[in-house]
T-cell receptor
């Protein structure tokens, strides 16, 4: 059973470009979470999604950031008009149900030049 | 707002030592608590999950305990090995939601 897949593993963008991060949950998991780890800081929750629905986006910046989890395909975290402060590792996790064990992907490391 | 503190921030021990990593959290209304391991530049590996109704969980040389009322969890590593070198993260999940709240971790270095 493959684990949580994230791609790309590394992403370089210039200021003002868009970054699109993908996450494929484990088989049988319909709950997806996105976390961000800024340099020298702990992981911070961003958003929680179930298929086609955003359940909790309390950790998501109000501007430039959006997330989706369509009926078919991976979950996407989109960052528009990236700035240097967006440079971080973005981790996706999935679980079979709410409040169950979360399994993490390897992360996408975003570098904004 | 849940706050998670992990002590010590860093720990260096010789191979073979038994050690304890500490985690404290301010809001005891949690549904479970997970311990993770993170290797440099890598993702998180789930080590142990303790449900809020449990007192401890064991996996191999690892034992995690939970005292929900006092807001504390400990991770005990027996007979440490160089391969245990990593950052260990504690993350309680609040009853009102599903997001995990992470501490900043304890970075462990085990020398041979």
């Amino acid at each position: 059973n493959a684990g949580v897949m994230q791609n790309p593993r590394h992403l370089v963008r210039r200021r003002g470009q868009e970054a699109r991060l993908r996450c494929s949950p484990m088989k049988g998991h319909s709950h997806v979470y996105w976390y961000r780890q800024l340099p020298e800081e702990g992981l911070k929750f961003m958003v929680y999604l179930q298929k086609e629905n955003i359940i909790d986006e309390s950790g998501m910046p109000k501007e430039r950031f959006s997330a989706e989890f369509p009926k078919e395909g991976p979950s996407i975290l989109r960052i528009q008009q990236v700035v240097r402060g967006d440079s971080a590792a973005y981790f996706c996790a999935s679980s079979r149900g709410a409040q169950e064990t979360q399994y993490f992907g390897p992360g996408t490391r975003l570098l904004v030049l | 707002k849940q706050e998670v503190t992990q002590i010590p921030a860093a720990l260096s021990v010789p191979e073979g030592e038994n050690l304890v990593l500490n985690c404290s959290f301010t809001d005891s209304a949690i549904y479970n608590l997970q311990w993770f391991r993170q290797d440099p530049g890598k993702g998180l590996t789930s080590l142990l999950l303790i449900q809020s109704s449990q007192r401890e969980q064991t996996s191999g040389r690892l034992n995690a305990s939970l005292d929900k009322s006092s807001g504390r969890s400990t991770l005990y590593i027996a007979a440490s090995q160089p391969g245990d070198s990593a950052t260990y993260l504690c993350a309680p999940g609040h009853q009102a939601g599903t997001a995990l709240i992470f501490g900043k971790g304890t970075t462990l270095s085990v020398s041979s």
